[in-house]
């Protein structure tokens, strides 16, 4: 979906935002060697907000992979969660094709390669250690491999969990299929912050409420962020299925 000349898909609110493909700012990553990206979520919306208001806790974006391009570490603290969205990766000394997924846990030095042309999807955030479970080591998956299930008895709505659901993951990221006119069952609102990135279909996203409630039509390649507690709803329509990729933060006391 492309906007008229000076208009634009890409929406920022309070507790939410919208980045629409049109409005990608393509520019080298940090912490990547030879590899332009396009961050589509991080804490710094909270301030572009200018109301003070918290912003994610997250980062998300996405990398375009030159032959030569490499990555060897997250920032401190931080566990990384990297999905190939085309092309073929090599992460931790795993080879991932599309839909291959690794998450890798904070402070352990990994190479990331890949051939030209291969684009990734990264979430990196800090990662809450507990005392109930030991840091987990480095996990690796095909999306393929994930059995996706109906989503509170719907079968139209279809939800596979890529990591394991265990306590000593603070992180859920799943990847949640919707046939044509197949919609969440109620406008969610819960403590966890969502990033979400729309990998195929078109749907309809509701987000925020009263004043600030937001409709906003997405399609393959536009990105969400949903803060805490921000109202959220979803149906999906058009001819084909919507399939969205999204992160989760859990399992961690919310005070
Ligand atoms: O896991 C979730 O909270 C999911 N149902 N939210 C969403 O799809 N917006
Ligand atoms: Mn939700």
């Not at 490499?70 to 094709?97: I, M, W």
């Not at 479970?133 to 079968?155: I, N, Q, W, Y």
């Not at 805490?228 to 933060?249: E, V």
């Amino acid at each position: 979906m492309t906007a008229p000349l000076g208009d634009t898909r890409t929406h920022l609110a309070r507790n939410h935002a919208v980045i629409g493909p049109d409005s990608h700012v393509v520019a080298p990553l940090p912490g990547w060697e030879e590899t332009q990206g396009v961050v589509l979520i991080a804490p710094a919306m909270g301030s572009a907000q200018g109301t003070g208001a918290n912003g994610p806790n997250f980062t998300q974006y996405l990398a375009t992979l030159e032959s030569t391009s490499r990555s060897t570490a997250a920032p401190p603290g931080c566990q990384r969660f990297v999905y190939v969205l085309e092309g073929k990766a090599s992460v931790g000394g795993n080879e991932l094709d599309a839909d291959g997924y690794a998450w890798l846990p904070p402070d352990q030095t990994h190479e990331i390669t890949g051939q030209a042309g291969s684009r990734l999807w990264v979430h990196e955030q800090r990662y809450a250690a507990t005392e109930v479970a030991a840091t987990p080591k480095p996990c690796f998956g095909h999306a393929s491999g994930v059995r996706a299930e109906p989503f509170l008895g719907d079968p139209a709505a279809r939800l596979a969990k890529l990591l394991p659901q265990e306590a000593a993951f603070d992180l859920e990221v799943n990847r949640f299929t919707f046939d044509p006119g197949a919609a969440l069952p109620m406008v969610e609102s819960h403590v966890n912050e969502h990033g979400l990135l729309m990998l195929e279909g078109t749907g309809v996203y509701r987000l925020g409420s009263g004043p600030e409630t937001h409709w906003q039509t997405v399609a393959t390649g536009d990105a969400i962020w949903m803060g805490a507690f921000c109202p959220q709803w979803f149906c999906c329509f058009g001819t084909g299925p919507a399939t969205y990729l999204y992160s989760k933060n859990v399992n961690r006391p919310a005070l």
